[in-house]
């Protein structure tokens, strides 16, 4: 079981930044990998980034260039820097963690609101 605790979001105006943060109960060591969802009102929930304790990284093509997914040295919080915010990334962010019989685990949700 992994317990996931999401931080960071809130409201900005297009162009600007915020960090988001995911502490996790264990390390991305222990799991197939660690990442960030995103669900805006009436969509599907989509991937945002991925991160394997090996270091691969996987983007959505919308937030290429613009975001970028790391941890901590212990690799128990994972980060979603977010930079040149555009109205369209506004949505619920939501951490995840997969564990090695491929289950997934989600966080409860964080909001990020960009303002045109």
């Known amino acids: 079981q992994v317990q996931l605790v999401e931080s960071g979001g809130g409201a900005v105006q297009a162009g600007g930044s915020l960090r988001l943060s995911c502490a996790a109960s264990?390390?991305?060591?222990?799991?197939?990998?660690m990442g960030w969802y995103h669900q805006a009102p009436g969509k599907q929930r989509e991937l945002v980034a991925t991160l394997t304790g090996g270091g691969f990284t996987n983007y959505a093509n919308s937030v290429k260039a613009r975001f970028t997914i790391s941890r901590n040295s212990a690799g128990n919080t994972v980060y979603l820097q977010m930079n040149s915010l555009k109205p369209e990334d506004t949505a619920v962010y939501y951490c995840?963690?997969?564990?090695?019989?491929?289950?997934?685990?989600w966080g409860q949700g964080t909001q990020v609101t960009v303002s045109s």
């Open positions: 995840y963690a997969q564990v090695p019989s491929n289950y997934d685990y």
């Open positions: 264990r390390s991305i060591f222990s799991l197939n990998a």
